[in-house]
């Protein structure tokens, strides 16, 4: 992407995405922070590094909105020449048992986890081609490239909640990388990179039964901090990766590679 571009970031508002938001504009990148909630995207632009980010609201799901949001960010901010897909959510029976998980929910969690990205890609990634470079990147989760330990769960949980990984979010998540390899390859003699960030476990106030059972799963002895997953993200999109298309960067401790 050419220095001047920005950075649109969609999760922009979670944890994850705080810490893109605060790297990225850090390191001088212009950030588009967008979130289904407004809020959220405000407290992460508002912390960013010398007024370089600003929040929009925006479904993901909705190629409507992502048109919308193209239009506006063009006109308020400037060229996107990275987009990063980061959006992710849970619905209302997402730590349900397998044999029970609702279909309105597996449909609507792969509605943003993976259909998301596409639309976002579609919009925004149809544009770098046409200008003849850009960068994608997607977010994915190592339970998208290997399968959960459930032994890590027993007594495990999250502001009080008893907490597993679902299915859909393993399924939505290989899904994306598949994408990614797929637009990698479709875009690649137009200049886009596209490429992809696999976090291992981002300590976020899990209980100390999770924490021990997870950190003893990872080479490293340990949850990943938010930042180190931000600093991928600043890597993919520098000129420094100006030759990395079609790859995943794991980021997980050593946990994928036992």
Not at 35 to 41: G, K, L
Not at 77 to 84: E, F, H, K, S, Y
Not at 98 to 117: H, I
Not at 228 to 255: C, H, K, P, R
Request: one cysteine or more; proline letters at 3%.
């Amino acid at each position: 992407m050419k220095r001047d571009d920005v950075v649109l970031l969609t999760g922009g508002g979670g944890i994850i995405g705080r810490a893109m938001t605060a790297e990225l504009t850090r390191v001088g990148h212009a950030v588009a922070v967008v979130d289904r909630d407004p809020d959220a995207a405000r407290v992460s632009a508002d912390h960013a590094s010398d007024g370089l980010a600003s929040a929009y609201r925006c479904d993901v799901t909705s190629r409507e909105h992502l048109v919308d949001l193209q239009e506006r960010v063009g006109a308020e901010m400037g060229r996107v020449g990275a987009l990063i897909c980061n959006a992710a959510t849970k619905s209302e029976n997402f730590f349900a048992p397998f044999q029970e998980f609702p279909l309105d929910d597996w449909d609507e969690v792969m509605a943003t986890n993976l259909t998301g990205p596409m639309l976002c890609s579609q919009v925004f990634g149809a544009s770098m081609a046409a200008d003849g470079n850009g960068s994608i990147i997607n977010v994915l989760s190592v339970y998208g490239i290997v399968a959960p330990d459930q032994r890590i769960y027993e007594g495990s949980e999250y502001e009080g909640r008893a907490i597993n990984t679902p299915a859909v979010y393993s399924a939505s998540k290989a899904g994306l990388w598949g994408l990614t390899k797929y637009l990698a390859s479709y875009w690649g003699d137009a200049g886009v990179r596209v490429n992809a960030i696999t976090p291992g476990g981002v300590f976020s106030g899990q209980n100390d039964a999770f924490v021990e059972a997870y950190s003893n799963r990872t080479m490293l002895g340990r949850m990943a901090r938010a930042g180190e997953i931000a600093a991928a993200a600043a890597f993919l999109v520098s000129d420094g990766a100006s030759y990395i298309t079609g790859q995943n960067i794991v980021v997980d401790g050593g946990l994928t590679s036992w």
